[in-house]
């Protein structure tokens, strides 16, 4: 091996393994309840429609421990944002035309409807935008009802003469089953499971900055093409095992800053090769944290 390759993969190696240092250490801490802060989650549908056109996608997030303890819950937490995506035409390539908004609401009331099944009616109303304009179809007004059913984890929609509009799944079991399940690889798993954790749009910078970098560098070497495989394999299932941890907002936020953030850093400042191999050995590292006693790892 080249000696000043070596000394990079060295470095970055060294880098990565820090970074790991401190997600080890918030995947291993001990729980405390009475400091730890409710957990967002998000509800999300998708068109599987070969035309979209003229229909809305949704991604919904709200509190569940506001919805269980609605009325001893603090405003902040009772707040729910609704972001849509409309597909407003379809191009000769198959590209779309969208609108995209994102909704501010505030839960207004809810109420135990069904205690074995752990469902909730929940009302909500609008507040304010936070990005672009108010967007929702022409059958909600800016009263919303909610069915949350806790237990089995999806949110429907009603529309405003009360009849069942759409069934939002569970964002975090949607992404395991979609894309491992169906096999849809176009995506950065790791990147996308990040970026949505903080709410951010699928056309945000970190997104666009890893996409670009995958398919315009990584895909132009036999080493990188070979990295992209291995990271296919194994990205859906660490999502799916950070999703099932008791702190996984802290594991996305922790990975956002350390993994996401310090990769697009490396790609920006011309640093392909070091951004290829820190990418490489955290996700590696996190398939030994998420994964102990596996056997079969993959070499990078």
Not at 109 to 132: F, H, M, R
Not at 293 to 300: I, K, M, P, S
Request: glycine share 4%; hydrophobic share 35%; aromatic share 16%.
């Amino acid at each position: 091996m080249d000696r000043r390759k070596f000394i990079k993969l060295t470095n970055t190696g060294a880098m990565a393994t820090l970074a790991l240092g401190g997600f080890s250490k918030i995947l291993n801490a001990q729980d405390d309840s009475n400091t730890s802060s409710p957990m967002l989650y998000s509800y999300f549908n998708i068109i599987s429609d070969s035309d979209k056109t003229g229909q809305y996608e949704f991604f919904l997030t709200l509190y569940k421990a506001a919805v269980e303890s609605f009325t001893t819950a603090a405003d902040e937490y009772k707040a729910v944002t609704i972001k849509t995506k409309y597909y407003i035409s379809k191009s000769a390539e198959s590209t779309y035309e969208t609108r995209q908004s994102e909704a501010k609401y505030i839960m207004q009331s809810c109420e135990l409807v069904d205690a074995e099944a752990k469902k909730y009616l929940v009302l909500i109303e609008y507040q304010e935008n936070v990005t672009g304009s108010y967007d929702m179809p022409a059958d909600f007004l800016k009263k919303i009802y909610l069915h949350v059913f806790i237990k089995d984890n999806y949110v429907i929609l009603y529309d405003k003469n009360g009849q069942i509009y759409k069934q939002l799944e569970s964002w975090d079991d949607f992404y395991y089953d979609y894309y491992y399940y169906y096999d849809y690889l176009e995506d950065c798993f790791l990147t996308s499971a990040c970026t949505r954790s903080r709410n951010l749009p699928d056309d945000c910078h970190e997104l666009e900055t890893l996409r670009s970098f995958r398919d315009n560098y990584m895909k132009n070497s036999e080493r990188g093409s070979k990295l992209i495989e291995e990271y296919y394999e194994m990205g859906p299932s660490i999502v799916f095992n950070i999703n099932e941890h008791p702190k996984k907002q802290a594991l996305w936020d922790y990975l956002f800053t350390s993994l996401v953030s310090t990769s697009v850093v490396l790609i920006e400042e011309g640093k392909m090769e070091e951004a290829m191999d820190y990418y490489a050995e955290y996700v590696r590292g996190l398939n030994v944290l998420l994964k102990p006693g596996d056997e079969n790892l993959n070499e990078w």
